[in-house]
């Protein structure tokens, strides 16, 4: 796990060094894609997210809204008890503070996402050594912030084609762990589609 002073520094030289080779500018964008997630299990599920520029200057500080959403179908077991016939799912909603350094045909990404990561399982518990079968349900919620880097290649003024990778800084039970993807991205200026 990355410690804080580390991240420091290292977004400290991408500010620094950015003044030498940024240039363009940012408009407001929408980023949907796919991804593979988790600690323990994988994953699969899809993202989405709105990116605003706070201002438009040559590079950037961004407002970003995402929402990720993510399954397994895999069942859980435990000693004595297993999950059969179950849907293991997380939906993260965060707003993500970030800067973006802008070259001739790449955009990078970097971002501080914060919010919550809702974990959500259903199925049914079975205990074979008992014997018994029985309805399982359960929901939990966790506070979830860390790292998102984003590279992107400029297909052209308004589509983009990139990965998408989010490192937690903070680990909890639900195993609302890493996040990995590939997204398609149209930008916007003014409210209207550049072309």
Same mark, same amino acid.
């Given at each position: 796990? $990355?410690?804080?002073?580390?991240?420091?520094?290292?977004?400290?030289?991408?500010?620094?060094?950015?003044?030498? $080779?940024?240039?363009?500018?940012?408009?407001?964008?929408?980023?949907?894609?796919?991804l593979g997630a988790g600690d323990?299990?994988? !994953? !699969?599920?899809? !993202? @989405?997210?709105?990116?605003?520029?706070?201002?438009?200057?040559?590079?950037?500080?961004?407002?970003?809204?995402?929402?990720?959403?993510?399954?397994?179908?895999?069942?859980?077991?435990?000693?004595?008890? !297993?999950?059969?016939?179950?849907? &293991?799912?997380?939906?993260?909603?965060?707003?993500?503070?970030?800067?973006?350094?802008? =070259?001739?045909?790449?955009?990078?990404?970097?971002?501080?996402?914060?919010?919550?990561?809702?974990? =959500?399982?259903?199925?049914?518990?079975?205990?074979?050594?008992?014997?018994?079968e029985r309805g399982f349900s359960?929901?939990?919620?966790?506070?979830?912030?860390?790292? @998102?880097?984003?590279?992107? $290649?400029?297909?052209? &003024?308004?589509?983009?084609?990139?990965?998408?990778?989010?490192?937690?800084?903070?680990? &909890?039970k639900a195993q609302s762990g890493?996040?990995?993807?590939?997204?398609?991205?149209?930008?916007?200026?003014?409210?209207? &589609?550049?072309?």
């Amino acid at each position: 796990m $990355y410690s804080v002073t580390r991240m420091l520094v290292i977004i400290c030289l991408i500010f620094g060094s950015s003044s030498l $080779y940024a240039q363009n500018t940012n408009n407001n964008a929408l980023e949907i894609g796919l991804l593979g997630a988790g600690d323990e299990a994988l !994953y !699969y599920g899809t !993202y @989405s997210k709105y990116i605003m520029p706070l201002s438009q200057k040559k590079h950037p500080f961004t407002l970003a809204f995402s929402l990720v959403a993510y399954f397994d179908f895999k069942g859980e077991s435990e000693p004595d008890a !297993y999950l059969k016939n179950d849907i &293991d799912m997380r939906l993260i909603p965060t707003m993500n503070i970030g800067y973006a350094l802008n =070259f001739n045909k790449i955009q990078v990404h970097f971002e501080l996402p914060i919010g919550a990561s809702f974990a =959500f399982t259903k199925g049914t518990l079975v205990n074979e050594r008992v014997g018994f079968e029985r309805g399982f349900s359960n929901k939990e919620i966790f506070f979830n912030y860390g790292l @998102s880097f984003s590279p992107k $290649y400029r297909l052209n &003024d308004s589509n983009s084609l990139g990965l998408y990778s989010f490192f937690p800084f903070t680990s &909890d039970k639900a195993q609302s762990g890493y996040q990995i993807g590939i997204g398609w991205t149209k930008t916007f200026v003014n409210g209207v &589609d550049k072309e």
